[in-house]
């Protein structure tokens, strides 16, 4: 028996990542920048590194889908086959890198970050009152890498969050519960990283003011046997 629970928490809302209505993009021909940053407690990390354009082996992830970065912070997304829209999520992302990201913590391997890791079992973050406590992992979705507004929050099944369109921005995040997080360093790079790889493009401007996410309230599905 399915069991349907409508979950809303007033002006901030957290979300599970739902199917799109259709994958209409990525295509063979598009190549779209994504801003990204983990943060963790009250900063963001060093951007990860390794080009896999120029990797002597690159990642199958890159080979076959064109998911990749350039050590700035901005994830490419250059579809090497037809098919490549339908698997724009944050997963592969994290994949061709070696990053595991789930509701227990973060795990770097040792190429990135040192190969430092963080578990909510043990690593705390302070909060707002700077009283450590028990941290938790999110993931935020911005629309446009311009605007801080209107960004969805998910709390779990990260590695299926969808990149939906050229010039999102997303940030994972290991944090105490309520804590703002800003757009990604790289955001308001990001006109000017694009430029200087295809040319034309001005700086981006991104608001100051670093907001949590104010969604629509989401439906989570919880079912059991009957």
Known sequence: M???VIVGTGLISYARQAPAA???APTTSDRWHIPFGIYHCDAYLADLTGDMQKADTPDPNFAKYG???RGDGVIRWY???ASAGKKAKLGLYLDTYGIQVTTKGITFPATQNKGVSYAVSKDQCKDKSGKLVDAQVQVIAWPKAGADANSKRYITDFTNVRILNDEMAIAVAYVAPGTQIPLPDSAAKLADIVASEFGG???T???KSATTPTTVAAATTTTTGG
């Open 2 to 4: 399915a069991v349907i």
């Open 201 to 203: 493009g001005t700086t």
């Open 67 to 69: 998911v990749f970065s």
């Open 205 to 207: 401007t991104v608001a």
């Open 79 to 81: 579809p090497q086959v």
């Open 22 to 24: 259709s994958d209409v």
